[in-house]
T-cell receptor, first 114, second 111 residues
Framework: ELKVEQNPLFLSMQEGKNYTIYCNYS?????LYWYRQDPGKSLESLFV?????AVKQEGRLMASLDTKARLSTLHITAAVHDLSATYFC??????????????FGKGTKLTVNP | DAGVTQSPTHLIKTRGQQVTLRCSPK?????VSWYQQALGQGPQFIFQ???????QRGNFPDRFSGHQFPNYSSELNVNALLLGDSALYLC??????????FGPGTRLTVL
C-alpha cells in the first residue's frame, strides 16, 4: 500500500526566511502533486510534477521531484505572511487505464510570522 | 469555465440519516473522484467513477455509494450516518491522465 509522509507537520517561520518541506513516498510513482489549503477551503493546485528531475517554480515556491529517491521537496524562499496555509503533497500510483486515486500526506501547516 | 462545482455547501444531519452530495465536473473532464477530509487530516480517497462505472474504491464501507450520470456529474450517497462521517467531502475531476482538480467541497456535520 502506498504511503506518503510529509515533514515537518507543523512549521512556524519568520518572514524573509527560507525553508523546505519534504514529501517521501513508499512505492514507484512518476506523478506528484502539491496543493495548498486555506482554513475551511478546498485544495488549490500548486504544482504537478510528472517526471524524475522535474522542477517547477511559482513566485516564492519551488517544487522538485526525485523519483529514484521517492522524494519531493517544496522550497519556500523569503517567506511572506500570505504563504500561511496547509500544504499537502499527493502521489498518484500509475496503472494502465488512466488517472487513479491520489494518496495524500498528512499536510504541513505553515505559519509565517511577521 | 465554472470549474468543479459541488452542492450543497454545508449540510447538517443526525445519526442514522442518509445524505446525498452532488458534483459537476470541470468541462471536458470525464472522471470524478470523491475524497473525505476529516478535520486536521489529509483527504482520503473514497472512490472514482469513469464512464458511469466505479473504477476504484478506497477503504470505505458499503454505506458509501456513488453514481455517475451520462453528463459525467456524480453523486455520493452515505447511509446510516455516524458521528465519524462528519468531514469535508471533496469532489475532484480529471480528463484522464492530467491530474485532478478539486471542487469547493461539502461540509457535512452529523449530530
Amino acid at each position: 500500500e502506498l504511503k506518503v509522509e510529509q515533514n515537518p507537520l507543523f512549521l512556524s517561520m519568520q518572514e524573509g526566511k527560507n525553508y523546505t518541506i519534504y514529501c517521501n513516498y513508499s512505492t514507484t510513482s512518476d506523478r506528484l502533486y502539491w496543493y495548498r489549503q486555506d482554513p475551511g477551503k478546498s485544495l488549490e493546485s500548486l504544482f504537478v510534477l510528472l517526471s524524475n528531475g522535474a522542477v517547477k517554480q511559482e513566485g516564492r515556491l519551488m517544487a522538485s521531484l526525485d523519483t529514484k529517491a521517492r522524494l519531493s521537496t517544496l522550497h519556500i524562499t523569503a517567506a511572506v505572511h500570505d504563504l500561511s496555509a496547509t500544504y499537502f503533497c499527493a502521489v498518484e500510483p500509475i496503472t494502465q487505464g488512466g488517472s487513479e486515486k491520489l494518496v495524500f500526506g498528512k499536510g504541513t501547516k505553515l505559519t509565517v510570522n511577521p | 469555465d465554472a470549474g468543479v462545482t459541488q452542492s450543497p455547501t454545508h449540510l447538517i444531519k443526525t445519526r442514522g440519516q442518509q445524505v446525498t452530495l452532488r458534483c459537476s465536473p470541470k468541462s471536458g473532464h470525464d472522471t470524478v473522484s470523491w475524497y473525505q477530509q476529516a478535520l486536521g487530516q489529509g483527504p482520503q480517497f473514497i472512490f472514482q467513477y469513469y464512464e458511469e462505472e466505479e473504477r476504484q474504491r478506497g477503504n470505505f464501507p458499503d454505506r458509501f455509494s456513488g453514481h455517475q450520470f451520462p453528463n459525467y456529474s456524480s453523486e455520493l450517497n452515505v447511509n446510516a450516518l455516524l458521528l465519524g462521517d462528519s468531514a469535508l467531502y471533496l469532489c475532484a475531476s480529471s480528463p484522464g491522465l492530467a491530474g485532478q482538480f478539486f471542487g469547493p467541497g461539502t461540509r457535512l456535520t452529523v449530530l
